[in-house]
T-cell receptor, first 110, second 115 residues
Framework: DAKTTQPTSMDCAEGRAANLPCNHS???????VYWYRQIHSQGPQYIIH???NNETNEMASLIITEDRKSSTLILPHATLRDTAVYYC???????????FGKGTKLSVIP | GAGVSQSPRYKVAKRGQDVALRCDPI?????LFWYQQALGQGPEFLTY????????KSGLPSDRFFAERPEGSVSTLKIQRTQQEDSAVYLC?????????????FGPGTRLTVL
């Protein structure tokens, strides 16, 4: 599975959109991009995933560039409860082993 | 229960003791995973079960680590002769299907401290 690169930390004002970038320049055609987050003292929580089309669910939107070398997770209206470490993971279709890396620590500021 | 549960939530062991960590997955979930999370790091894969079969144990750090899921539901991760480097949070996750990727649902973890 391709290596992903994320900023170590980010701040976002409460109520504003949080845009979390992820670089996956070596991703192959059958690898999906997954996002999980981990709130302090909890287990990771699935957010969203996509292959090449943009995706949206009740939690977030995922924007994948046309060349698939990078993506952005968007939390449209960040709340204090969104403070967490966000992990961007590439995963080959049919695979199961999540490789988390260090993620981005998002702090939502009142 | 609605989610994955793990027990105990906290475990303190003296170096050299054996420990057993329990995971109750979501009912009906075929796949079960164990991960280890050191302080300040992301979780790292340990092992994977499909029903009662352990299909992948490539992430187990040593032969002191042993996992089982004898009836295809509850799983136990056992660590023998614990060492200080075993101190970590041990996370269990389950998912519905085996072959197709499905969202993994994680438990709250067991924090193991080895003195």
């Amino acid at each position: 599975d391709a290596k992903t690169t994320q900023p170590t930390s980010m701040d976002c004002a409460e109520g504003r959109a949080a845009n979390l970038p992820c670089n996956h320049s070596t991703i192959s055609g059958n690898e999906y991009v997954y996002w999980y987050r981990q709130i302090h003292s909890q287990g990771p929580q699935y957010i969203i995933h996509g292959l090449k089309n943009n995706e949206t669910n009740e939690m977030a939107s995922l924007i994948i560039t046309e060349d698939r070398k990078s993506s952005t997770l968007i939390l449209p209206h960040a709340t204090l409860r969104d403070t967490a470490v966000y992990y961007c993971i590439s995963l080959r279709a049919g695979s199961y082993q999540l490789t988390f890396g260090k993620g981005t620590k998002l702090s939502v500021i009142p | 229960g609605a989610g994955v549960s793990q027990s105990p939530r906290y475990k303190v062991a003296k170096r050299g003791q054996d420990v057993a960590l329990r995971c109750d997955p979501i009912s009906g979930h075929v796949s079960l995973f164990w991960y280890q999370q050191a302080l300040g790091q992301g979780p790292e894969f340990l092992t994977y079960f499909q029903n009662e079969a352990q299909l992948d144990k490539s992430g187990l750090p040593s032969d002191r680590f042993f996992a089982e899921r004898p009836e295809g539901s509850v799983s136990t991760l056992k660590i023998q002769r614990t060492q200080q480097e075993d101190s970590a949070v041990y996370l269990c996750a389950s998912s519905l299907m085996a072959d197709l990727y499905n969202e993994q649902f994680f438990g709250p973890g067991t924090r193991l401290t080895v003195l």
